[in-house]
Each structure stands twice: as C-alpha cells, then as structure tokens.
C-alpha cells in the first residue's frame, strides 16, 4: 500500500462502550473498602465463615460494628 493512501484496517476496529451494570440490592448503599491482613488471619475468617454458615461479608461487618461500638460509635457496618 503506498504511504499516504487510506485504507486497510483504519476505522474497522472501536474501542468497546464501558457496561454499565445495576447494583445487587445488597450494594446499595455501600461502598468497598479494601484491606491487607495476614495469610493465617483470612484463613481463619474463611474456616470461621464455614464452621458457622456465614458468608464472611457478614462476619467482618459483625467486627467492624463490634469495633465501633467498642470506641462508642454508632453500629453502622
């Protein structure tokens, strides 16, 4: 193809549209956060999680409003 000319594959291919997807009831009104911790401490949350058939969103929500309210603030977790 002589330089210069158009063609080839120059406008075929687009960038895809971002998907825009609906929260799950259960994230409305919430937000992420993210945290490190230790190998041996998440192993004992999912062995914790199985032991007593909770999802371990639940049982870190129970800690951070046990925490909370430890420090006399409002249970909001």
């Known amino acids: 193809m002589a ?10 291919f687009t960038a895809p549209k971002p998907v825009q997807r609906e929260k799950p009831n259960a994230e409305i009104g919430k937000t992420r956060v993210i945290f ?3 190998e041996d401490g998440k192993k ?7 032991e007593l058939g909770r999802t371990k969103q639940n ?19």
């Open 3 to 12: 330089a210069g000319k158009k063609g080839g594959l120059q406008g075929v």
């Open 44 to 50: 004992q949350i999912d062995f914790l999680a199985v």
């Open 59 to 77: 049982l870190l929500c129970e800690a951070v409003n046990d925490f909370l309210q430890k420090h006399g603030k409002q249970r909001t977790a």
């Open 36 to 38: 490190r911790m230790s």
